[in-house]
């Protein structure tokens, strides 16, 4: 089955304690993407990757790190984790090798993150 | 970017057909309107996209004013499981780097009724 695997779902850490939260898809997707959900500001990108070794930063990349050292891999490291990256955080991928305007891009079940 | 406006909330009965409405006035000739919904609990999921015409598939159908300034997604018989947020999101043609994010706005709260 077609699917983005995040792991953990949940995870409830203190401020300081180095996490990562894994992503991996099983469709051979060149682009890879977190987001992160809060509410009343919507899905709003962190980190993306158009391939391996290939990342940039998004709309909220601060406190954030990643890494794309397997196609299927895309890892979201928060080095120092703060109160304020409690958040709903969500993998996504797509392909590109179609034009861009009709990819459609496969999310995660997502990972609910709490920093005391 | 070209912006979308969509009702905050909507409710259906059961069964029965949902029109769900966006507005992008300002869309350009190029870019292609995509449909998300999020399901409770759940990551964002495809549902449909078209240019022009009109689009149908196994989810729903979507169909684009002729000025595309304005698109209505269709589903034909919403059932309890259909109720989800519902994002309408333009996608320029070729979009590139940070540009192939989706730019989620506020989307539709759709509640059906048994």
């Known amino acids: 089955e077609a699917q983005v695997t995040q792991n953990p779902r949940y995870l409830i850490t203190v401020t300081g304690k180095k996490l990562t939260v894994t992503c991996s898809q099983n469709?051979?997707?060149?682009?890879m993407s977190w987001y992160r959900q809060d509410p009343g500001l919507g899905l709003r990108q962190i980190y993306y990757?158009?391939?391996?070794?290939?990342?940039d930063k998004g709309d909220v990349p601060e406190g954030y790190k990643v890494s794309r050292k397997e196609k299927r891999n895309f890892p979201l490291i928060l080095e120092s984790p703060s109160p304020n990256q409690t958040s709903l955080y969500f993998c996504?991928?797509?392909?590109?090798?179609?034009?861009?305007?009709?990819?459609?891009?496969?999310f995660g079940p997502g990972t609910r993150l709490l920093v005391l | 970017d070209a912006k979308t406006t969509q009702p905050n909330s909507m409710e259906s009965n059961e069964e029965e057909p949902v029109h769900l409405p966006c507005n992008h006035s300002?869309?350009?000739?190029?870019?292609?309107i995509h449909w998300y919904r999020q399901l409770p609990s759940q990551g964002p999921e495809y549902v449909i996209h078209?240019?022009?015409s009109n689009v149908n598939n196994r989810m729903a159908s979507l169909a684009i004013a002729e000025d595309r300034k304005s698109s209505t997604l269709i589903l034909h018989r919403a059932t309890l499981r259909d109720a989800a947020v519902y994002y309408c999101?333009?996608?320029?043609?070729?979009?590139?780097?940070?540009?192939?994010?989706?730019?989620f706005g506020s989307g539709t709260q759709l509640t059906v009724l048994p």
């Open positions: 469709m051979n997707h060149e682009y």
């Open positions: 990757s158009m391939n391996v070794e290939v990342t």
């Open positions: 078209g240019l022009t």
């Open positions: 300002t869309i350009s000739g190029t870019d292609y």
């Open positions: 996504a991928s797509s392909f590109t090798g179609r034009a861009g305007a009709q990819e459609t891009q496969y």
């Open positions: 999101i333009l996608r320029a043609l070729h979009p590139t780097g940070s540009a192939r994010q989706l730019t």
